[in-house]
């Protein structure tokens, strides 16, 4: 069994800061990319940045400069450092895994998500 989970999100003010993390945990042999996505309310859910395992990264026009993703392979974790934060950045934040479990076989997961709510 494979699972990811999301910590971090919350209230914060116009300009504020948030970082977002995602564990993966489980029998897990190795993963390929790491992403995170974002839904809001009335609205389909969108691609914020992705991490492929040798770092290059990704991220939407959107979130440019602003957005930092990383990751820690050895532990199998995911970071969103979120900077510059405005109100159209609120929304459930999902975290994504593109990964081989002990079986070999590659699947995708997805997080339960965690709320971030830009506001003053």
């Known amino acids: 069994q494979v699972q990811l989970v999301e910590s971090g999100g919350g209230l914060v003010q116009p300009g504020g800061s948030l970082r977002l993390s995602c564990a993966a945990s489980?029998?897990?042999?190795?993963?390929?990319?790491m992403g995170w996505y974002r839904q809001a309310p009335g609205q389909q859910r969108e691609l914020v940045a992705t991490?492929?395992?040798?770092?290059?990264?990704n991220y939407a026009d959107s979130v440019k400069g602003r957005f930092t993703i990383s990751r820690d392979n050895a532990k199998n974790v995911a970071y969103l450092q979120m900077n510059s934060l405005k109100p159209e950045d609120t929304a459930v934040y999902y975290c994504?895994?593109?990964?081989?479990?002990?079986?070999?076989?590659?699947?995708?997961?997805w997080g339960q998500g965690t709320q971030v709510t830009v506001s003053s």
């Open positions: 991490i492929i395992s040798g770092g290059r990264t």
């Open positions: 489980g029998r897990i042999f190795s993963i390929n990319n």
């Open positions: 994504n895994a593109f990964l081989q479990d002990d079986a070999r076989a590659w699947r995708i997961y």
